[in-house]
C-alpha cells in the first residue's frame, strides 16, 4: 500500500534530499521544509520505493499538499 507523505504546515521547499526510484528506510529525510527560518525535515514513517515527488525546489506549500509517494 502507497504511503502519501503530506504537507504539516504551510512552507517552502527548500531542498528535495531524494529523487524517484530512490528506496529509502523508515525514517529516511524526504525534504527539507522552510517556515519562519526554521529547516524541517519531512520523514517517511515506514521503508519503500519513492514513486513520485509532487512539490519542487522553491514551491511554496499549505497543510495537507501532497509532497511524495512512496510504495
Known amino acids: 500500500m502507497a504511503e502519501e507523505v ?8 527548500a ?17 527539507i521544509l522552510e517556515s519562519m527560518k526554521m529547516e ?4 517517511t ?3 519503500g520505493t519513492v514513486s513520485a515527488i509532487k512539490v519542487s525546489e522553491g514551491d511554496n506549500i499549505q ?3 501532497l509532497i511524495a509517494v512512496i510504495d
Open 45 to 47: 514513517e515506514g521503508p
Open 15 to 31: 531542498q528535495i534530499v531524494v529523487a524517484e526510484g530512490d528506496a529509502v528506510e523508515a525514517g529516511a529525510t524526504l525534504v
Open 40 to 43: 524541517i525535515p519531512v520523514l
Open 6 to 13: 503530506r504537507a504539516e504546515m504551510v512552507a517552502n521547499v
Open 63 to 65: 497543510e495537507g499538499d
